[in-house]
């Protein structure tokens, strides 16, 4: 018999069959449930605000606006308020966001400006990309046992040779601002590092051909050209770090001391919203947990108008550059 | 640069093009070039620094005893945190198993079935909102709604909160894996006649397996060393657990539980427990690099 490959091929099994019903009811049902687990993000985020909010709830009635506003925080005598914490969580995230966001960018600048050799290159990025899988109870541990030694010498000179600077006012007896700013900024280097680093990748190459053509120096292209043109996209970094600094908790409440206090000094001890619920929550009692969640709701508040912010931003960014090309 | 410059300076009457070493610029130049690689280097100081202190201080205690013993109480001396390697394996597997489907079903929707509509846009980009939260908020959210139902810690609760912080992360970089599966390939599938389900599962999910597998296997070590969410969702045990509806020890709570005391035993263990996590966190971020270079490689 003659070997016939168009007959073969129509009597094979393929995939050119068509679906069966059984296929189809398969389809509808994996759609289905593809929506579903689509939505339950959303559902999952209505559902985290609604569980918080109305745990807070009976403290919202109790205390009102006095809550953000009052400063001192008794159990025993009932009285709940967070201003030292949005303080503290304010002004560590903003110090953390000025040295992590100064390396973060240099880093970007580094790596993607022709620097280095391509291999060193993936180095120094795994290396900043390991910075942030370290967990964070591990940078709590070390910013115990090797920062804070490290930096009390230094603390103690500047508080005595600086002692009207009110950054210095206060000595460094332990756990303080300073250790855990300094933490943090290693914890957002990564996040601001990485969008960054986007950031510029996505800048045409002609754009820096244009400016070296005209005979520019490497670093007036970057700082002119560049560092411009990426500029909404560091920014979208620099809000997002932002946002991991305000919410960061282990690290915090193992370096920053916990006690309610605002001061400008770095070496004072302070606290945070993050950490004030990892110290206090385990051992409150039922008025203080929904004090609490009071102080979670207030949390989520900042962390989400600050996220939402650099997401915005960062979507702006995209929808310039992609328009452009 | 400089060779560009020169090969373009044909005329002799212009200004001179050549590098001038003692220009201002020049010195611009080398000052902010040194800056940058001060940064860098300084920037890489605290990760070799936190893992040569991992090392020293926590290589120091590893030992059978340290892996497998349950944690000294007070004064005791010796001990180890076997339990809580278990409880932290456990609770990620319980992570695992929630939102892995939950987040390749979720991403499939984003990046392949539906992705310009309006289920899909505001989930994305809660699902980005999301993995900003701070970690806390979670284990609150677990707590009020698995701890305060059942009446106990445990570590059902425990791993729903680390699936809570997972399933953006997996959603996304799922998304984005599924993106990289060419048109063409899904056009050629669809072109033969087969419903969407087949597309998935025969074209797109073979093809973007590299990239799922690394998204997930980094949210899988971002939820290892997670510990703000078990803080009062796990809560501790200081014995082996005998079943998931108890109080259960993790590596992450006992180096936190671990680092205030007054006991040098203790803050021993607390360091080689965290180069134990350390090195499984490391070694999944390592994983993950091997399972996403090997895309490219193909």
Redesign the interface.
């Known amino acids: 018999m003659v070997h016939d490959p168009f007959k073969q091929a129509s009597s094979a099994r393929t995939?050119?069959a068509?679906?069966s019903a059984n296929?189809?009811m398969?389809?509808i049902v994996?759609?289905a449930?593809?929506?579903?687990?689509?939505?339950?993000?959303?559902l999952?985020?209505v559902?985290?605000v609604f569980?918080?909010g109305s745990?807070a709830l009976p403290a919202i009635k109790t205390h009102g606006l006095g809550f953000i506003t009052g400063t001192t925080w008794d159990a025993n005598k009932g009285e709940f308020g967070v201003l030292p914490e949005i303080w503290g969580t304010l002004y560590s995230a903003l110090i953390a966001l000025v040295i992590g966001g100064?390396?973060g960018v240099?880093?970007a600048?580094?790596?993607t400006q022709s620097?280095v050799h391509a291999k060193l290159e993936l180095v120094?990025r795994?290396?900043?990309?390991?910075?942030a899988?370290?967990?964070?109870?591990?940078?709590?541990?070390?910013g115990?046992?090797?920062l804070i030694p490290l930096l009390r010498p230094g603390a103690l000179w500047l508080h005595e040779t600086f002692d009207w600077v009110p950054l210095f006012s206060t000595e460094l007896s332990g756990p303080g601002l300073a250790p855990a700013a300094l933490v943090l900024a290693?914890m957002i280097?990564p996040t601001v590092a990485a969008i960054s680093v986007d950031a510029f990748k996505r800048i045409p190459y002609r754009v820096k051909e244009a400016a070296?053509g005209m005979?520019a120096?490497?670093?007036?292209v970057?700082?002119k050209v560049m560092l411009p043109t990426a500029s909404s996209g560091i920014l979208a970094g620099l809000v997002?770090g932002f946002?991991?600094a305000?919410?960061?908790?282990?690290a915090l409440?193992?370096l920053i001391g916990n006690v309610n206090n605002i001061s400008f000094s770095l070496f004072s001890p302070a606290n945070t919203l993050?950490s004030l619920?990892?110290s206090t929550?385990?051992e409150a009692g039922d008025i203080e947990v929904q004090a609490?969640?009071y102080a979670?709701l207030v949390?989520?508040v900042i962390?989400?108008i600050?996220?939402?912010a650099?997401?915005a931003i960062q979507q702006y960014t995209m929808r310039k550059f992609e328009g452009k090309k | 640069?400089s060779e560009?410059?020169q090969s373009s300076a044909p005329v002799i009457q212009y200004p001179s093009?050549e590098k001038n070493s003692l220009d201002i610029?020049?010195f611009?130049?080398i000052f902010?070039?040194i800056?940058?690689?001060g940064?860098?280097i300084?920037?890489?100081i605290?990760?070799f620094?936190?893992i040569s202190?991992?090392i020293i201080?926590g290589g120091a205690r590893i030992d059978f005893a340290a892996l497998t013993e349950i944690p000294p109480a007070g004064f005791e001396m010796g001990g180890g945190f076997g339990n809580a390697i278990i409880g932290t394996l456990v609770m990620v597997g319980i992570a695992s198993l929630i939102s892995i489907p939950?987040?390749i079903?979720?991403a499939?929707?984003?990046a392949i079935?539906?992705p310009n509509s309006k289920?899909?846009t505001?989930?994305r980009?809660?699902?980005?909102?999301?993995t900003?939260?701070?970690?806390?908020?979670?284990g609150?959210?677990v707590?009020?709604?698995i701890v305060i139902t059942t009446g106990t810690y445990s570590a059902w609760a425990g791993g729903v909160a680390l699936a809570?912080l997972m399933?953006?992360t997996v959603?996304l970089a799922a998304e984005e894996a599924m993106k990289q599966v060419p048109q063409r390939m899904k056009d050629a599938a669809f072109g033969?006649?087969?419903?969407?389900?087949?597309v998935?599962m025969?074209v797109v999910l073979p093809t973007g397996l590299p990239g799922i597998l690394t998204g997930v296997i980094l949210a899988v070590?971002?939820a290892?060393?997670?510990?703000?969410p078990l803080?009062?969702t796990a809560?501790f045990s200081n014995y082996y657990m005998a079943e998931l509806a108890e109080p259960t020890a993790s590596l992450?709570i006992l180096?936190?539980n671990f680092?205030?005391m007054p006991f040098d035993n203790q803050?021993e263990l607390?360091?080689s427990a965290?180069l134990v996590?350390?090195v499984l966190?490391?070694l999944f971020?390592i994983l993950a690099?091997l399972v996403g270079r090997s895309k490219f490689k193909e």
């Open positions: 995939l050119s068509p679906p296929d189809y398969k389809d994996f759609r449930f593809a929506y579903f687990c689509a939505s339950a993000i959303i999952l985020v559902y985290i569980e918080i745990e100064v390396f240099g880093i600048i580094f790596l620097f120094f795994t290396t900043i990309e390991l910075l899988a370290i967990p964070s109870v591990v940078y709590g541990l070390w115990i046992y090797v290693i280097l070296y005979g120096t490497k670093w007036e970057i700082l997002l946002g991991r305000l919410g960061e908790t282990m409440a193992m993050a619920l990892a929550f385990p609490l969640m979670a949390l989520l962390t989400f600050v996220n939402v650099g997401l | 640069m560009i410059i093009l610029r020049e611009k130049n902010l070039t800056m940058v690689w940064i860098a300084m920037a890489s605290p990760l620094s936190v202190m991992l201080e939950f987040g079903m979720a499939l929707h984003l079935l539906d289920v899909a505001v989930s980009f809660l699902a980005k909102v999301l900003g939260f701070p970690s806390i908020l979670a609150i959210f707590y009020g709604v809570v399933l953006p959603t033969m006649g087969c419903t969407r389900t087949q998935i025969k070590a971002g290892a060393g997670e510990s703000a803080l009062f809560l992450s180096i936190y680092s205030g803050i607390a360091w965290s996590l350390v966190v490391l971020n690099r």
